[in-house]
């Protein structure tokens, strides 16, 4: 059983296109995250939303919009892609008991490629 | 503010030897340590986790991590590398602000050599 599946696992586009990325967690957590590595591998936040309301959202341009239609999903759109969004998106879920801090579960990720 | 540091961007040891990755956390509470495992193509998973009980973490493959308070540290140890440890990995501090943020180091890669 895959705890967090995100697919795509590649997507190649062209700029200037709309694209989504979609997430989903078995694991009955409250909490979802969108992460981007990029090149060096240096992982970074965008977004985390608690029971689908938006808690954190990093500086990140307004081409990308989270959405979440329950607390198991959390995807990502991206629109007017550019060149500079390519990168590997991770998606990840954790349960946010405050106080009992677990880990996150990450998806295996998505490799988006903007030619 | 919360921060991680990996102070080597490259390690590399030989097979059957020991590793140490190096990780010094900046946190204004008591922090949640992890260090996380990715293997060349894959996603992110959990070697070992911190939150606040025994000091001394044993995790998975033989890995351990110590809590070190008065040096602000959490370094990742393996008392024999094997072939399949060459990765890169990530030393990752958690803290609550409306919810569970998880701040990443910027990641050391492992290279074992035969």
């Known amino acids: 059983d895959t705890a967090v599946s995100q697919t795509p696992k590649y997507l190649v586009t062209q700029m200037g296109n709309d694209k989504s990325i979609k997430c989903e967690q078995n694991?009955?957590?409250?909490?979802m995250y969108w992460y981007k590595q990029d090149s060096k591998k240096f992982l970074k936040i965008m977004f985390s939303?608690?029971?689908?309301?938006?808690?954190i959202n990093e500086t990140v341009p307004n081409r990308f919009s989270p959405k979440s239609p329950d607390k198991a999903h959390l995807n990502l759109h991206i629109n007017s892609l550019e060149l500079g969004d390519s990168a590997v998106y991770f998606c990840?879920?954790?349960?946010?008991?405050?106080?009992?801090?677990?880990?996150?579960?990450f998806g295996q990720g998505t490799r988006l490629t903007v030619v | 503010a919360q921060s991680v540091t990996q102070l080597d961007s490259h390690v590399s040891v030989s097979e059957g030897t020991p590793v140490l990755l190096r990780c010094n956390y900046s946190?204004?509470?008591?922090?949640?340590l992890f260090w996380y495992v990715q293997h060349p193509n894959k996603g992110l998973q959990l070697l070992l986790k911190?939150?606040?009980?025994?000091?001394l973490v044993k995790g998975i493959n033989g890995f351990e991590a110590e809590f070190k308070k008065s040096e602000t540290s959490f370094h990742l140890t393996k008392p024999s590398a094997h072939m399949s440890d060459a990765a890169e990995y990530f030393c990752?501090?958690?803290?609550?602000?409306?919810?569970?943020?998880?701040?990443f180091g910027t990641g050391t890669r492992l290279k074992v050599l035969a």
């Open positions: 911190y939150t606040s009980a025994a000091t």
């Open positions: 694991l009955g957590h409250d909490t």
């Open positions: 939303y608690n029971n689908k309301e938006l808690i």
């Open positions: 946190s204004s509470y008591s922090p949640s």
């Open positions: 990752v501090v958690s803290f609550y602000s409306g919810t569970y943020k998880y701040i």
């Open positions: 990840a879920s954790s349960q946010s008991d405050r106080g009992q801090n677990t880990e996150a579960f």
